[in-house]
């Protein structure tokens, strides 16, 4: 290999080496998963004037291969395509594959579909897993061989696996196995490396030899201690931060995270004075559009919100902000800055209130959908009876027809109540086994109440003998962190009815995605639908309207004051979750290349609770995260 291309560690120098030089990298991570292409170059062009050399990026798996075998390396998941952009840019690449990432994303990055197979052993050297690993990555990591550096690409580093040592398998033998895997495709003279939390057991449990170990800590920790740690591990070579936290997550009902700008600041120049290497995460965060957000479950199940602002120096929105101003200050006593202006924030447009009109209920989309799938699904399923024991309807579904299962959103379980309750009669999930939230409806009217996991598990019923009961099960993101990533959804165990278990429930999984984006509710193609909703505007409801823009199709973030909670799209795309109720995130971020200037726009809301009186929403110039601020956001240090 000519040395003019070459990228290593160099344990003699403390550094790595780039084209035979000693090289530091400043770099930021970007999930090209959480940002609409049209805007992916906007993003790398400001991480680049900034001041980074480099940007950190992870594949999720799950975003490629949603079904098993059917890859997408389009449009929003063209992942040469965002390489290509990079390295036009002038930025280098950190890749981080997987096969787990964390990220706050659906489980992980571990595709649901692995859960077919009830026992298996996830981030481990379980058979069942590792052939799934291994088909994935013989289609991933060849086409990143004409991106590694050494190949005339801008890739300097790919990391395996992703804080292994957090989980707890520690399972070398499953690290041994993508070590020789990840050389097999990429070659032994690519940098690998590894990346593990600031503590022993982590860093025992996560590092392999012939794998560089990386360390990663946010501003709470003392850099010299952590670094020393990085050191017992890999006495020589290069110091390397693989995740300085510029900010942090939010789960419904927490506060809405912030970390200090003057801290992130201080730090990143204590460490590039040291000479390490350090990638910030995140620098630009995006949002969790549709149904990609994870979870955590400590002591209980909570789900990560829509925005994944991060308190990072982009915004959501991509906007640069006081953070970002800073940190480029700090860099620019390292190294040169690019000459020239910091590209400006995208143009926000205020469009104003929008009234929504409701059109269906929930269960309307039975009658949309495919009736070929709906009968099949329906005759298989008929007869079943929720037996007790965790997983079991679960697997019963998997094992009789995956293609037929949804593997995000909604699943309606529907059956008929066995006696007449003319009293408020309790309606028990013993096992705790709704994963995640049910909405709960008798003759399809409303809803009698709900149950949610870890938190609400019992509930009251109240009708005639043979009335219909839909539960409609919210999946609310797979856990994406810790031991219990093996996160079954639907409803895993049998719900009780005052002294009955309830049975010969029929399952339908609910495609609402696939029918709105062919058009449905506004296209108006109906088969044999129902009366549309009467009564009380509570209850799993459909709302639609549209947006006229006069010419523009400008950023915007859409609010639902008031409303529940439920799921936004707008001219079929799925925007995400919003819960106002519960915040922080007030706001959904809408990208404007999904706007239409000219025609008016649909917007289609799945309000699950209950929607106000008036029904309308807002569509404002700036965003709100930040709930118990009341006006106001972090926006304010943004420059708009
Ligand atoms: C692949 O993903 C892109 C981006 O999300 C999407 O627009 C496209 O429809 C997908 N292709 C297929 C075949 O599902
Ligand atoms: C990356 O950019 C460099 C410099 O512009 C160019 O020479 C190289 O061909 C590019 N690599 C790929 C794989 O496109
Ligand atoms: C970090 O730890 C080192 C060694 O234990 C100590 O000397 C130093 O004062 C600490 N730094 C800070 C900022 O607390
Ligand atoms: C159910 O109804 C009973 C009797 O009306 C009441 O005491 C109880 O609080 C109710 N439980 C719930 C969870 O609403
Ligand atoms: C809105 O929906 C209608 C009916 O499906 C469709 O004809 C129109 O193109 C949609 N508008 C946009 C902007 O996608
Ligand atoms: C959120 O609002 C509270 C209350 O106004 C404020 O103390 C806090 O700094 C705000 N947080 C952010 C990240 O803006």
């Known amino acids: 290999i000519p040395s003019h291309t070459q990228f ?18 400043v770099s930021g991570s970007i999930h090209y998963s959480r940002i609409p292409h049209y805007y992916w170059k906007d993003r790398l062009l400001k991480m680049y004037m900034a001041g980074l050399n480099a940007v950190q990026i992870y594949v999720p798996w799950n975003f490629h291969e949603e079904k098993r075998g059917v890859y997408n390396f389009s449009g929003d998941r063209d992942l040469e395509n965002f390489l290509d952009l990079a390295n036009q840019t002038g930025l280098l690449v950190i890749l981080r594959p997987g096969p787990y990432i964390c990220a706050e994303w659906e489980m992980g990055g571990l595709p649901a579909w692995l859960l077919q197979k009830p026992n298996i052993v996830l981030r481990s050297a379980d058979t069942d897993y590792l052939e799934a690993v291994n088909t994935w990555m013989a289609v991933l990591l060849p086409k990143m061989r004409r991106w590694l550096y050494t190949n005339g690409g801008n890739i300097i580093s790919v990391q395996v696996e992703n804080e292994y040592g ?47 170990a990386t360390i990663d800590f946010g501003t709470d920790v003392n850099i010299s201690q952590a670094f020393s740690r990085q050191r017992r591990f890999e006495p020589r070579g290069p110091l390397v931060n693989s995740e300085f936290y510029t900010g942090w997550l939010d789960h419904w009902g927490d506060q809405h995270a912030q970390v200090d700008t003057q801290k992130v600041s201080r730090m990143l120049g204590e460490m590039l004075s040291m000479g390490a290497s350090v ?26 919100v829509t925005s994944y602002d991060y308190n990072a120096p982009l915004s959501e929105a991509g906007d640069p902000t006081e953070k970002l101003l800073a940190i480029r200050d700090t860099i620019s006593k390292f190294r040169d800055i690019p000459v020239g202006p910091m590209p400006p924030a995208t ?24 009736p070929a799938l709906f009968t099949a699904y329906f005759t298989t399923r008929t007869q079943h009876t929720l037996l007790p024991g965790p997983s079991l309807i679960y697997s019963i ?3 009789q027809d995956p293609a037929l299962f949804t593997y995000y959103g909604f699943m309606l379980y529907r059956t008929k109540l066995p006696r007449d309750l003319p009293e408020d009669t309790p309606l028990i999930s013993p096992l705790n086994g709704v994963h995640d939230r049910a909405y709960v409806s008798v003759c399809g009217v409303g809803a009698s109440g709900l149950l949610e996991r870890d938190t609400t598990l019992v509930m009251n ?17 797979r856990v994406n962190f810790g031991s219990k990533i093996n996160d079954f959804k639907g409803l895993l165990s049998n719900l009780i009815l005052g002294k009955d278990v309830l049975t010969d429930w029929q399952i339908y999984p609910l495609d609402i995605d696939g029918a709105i984006a062919s058009g449905w509710p506004q296209s108006g193609q109906r088969r044999s639908l129902p009366d549309p909703v009467r009564g009380p505007s509570d209850g799993p409801v459909f709302y639609q309207g549209t947006l006229t823009t006069n010419g523009l199709a400008w950023d915007t973030f859409l609010r639902l004051n008031e409303w529940t909670k439920g799921q936004v799209w707008i001219n ?5 979750r919003y819960w106002p109720k519960r915040g922080p995130q007030q706001t959904l971020y809408i990208p404007g290349p999904l706007l239409s200037p000219t025609q008016p726009n649909n917007i289609t809301v799945l309000e699950l ?31 708009t």
């Open 609 to 639: 609770e209950r929607a106000p009186p008036h029904t309308r929403v807002l569509f404002m110039d700036r965003p709100q995260l930040n709930s118990t601020s009341g006006k106001t956001s972090q926006t304010t240090d943004r420059q």
């Open 461 to 477: 019923l109240t009708g005639k003998q043979g009335d219909q009961v839909d539960v409609l099960v919210e999946n609310m993101g």
């Open 347 to 370: 143009p926000k447009m205020a469009y104003g209130f929008v009234t929504l009109t409701m059109v269906w209920a929930y269960y309307s989309i039975l009658y949309y959908q495919d």
């Open 397 to 399: 579904l998997y094992y």
């Open 8 to 25: 290593k560690e160099y344990y003699k120098n403390n550094c790595f080496q780039k084209d035979g030089k000693p090289f530091q990298y």
């Open 279 to 304: 990638n910030m995460y995140m620098f630009e965060g995006g949002t969790n559009f549709g149904y990609w957000n994870g979870a955590d479950h400590d002591n209980r199940f909570r789900s990560v």
């Open 166 to 212: 957090s989980y707890y398998t520690c399972d070398y033998n499953y690290m041994r196995h993508l070590r020789t895997l990840f050389q097999f495709f990429l070659g032994d003279d690519t940098v690998l490396f590894t990346t593990d939390g600031n503590t022993d057991r982590e860093m025992t449990c996560g590092t392999l030899e012939g794998m560089y």
């Open 572 to 576: 079929g795309v799925n925007l995400g």
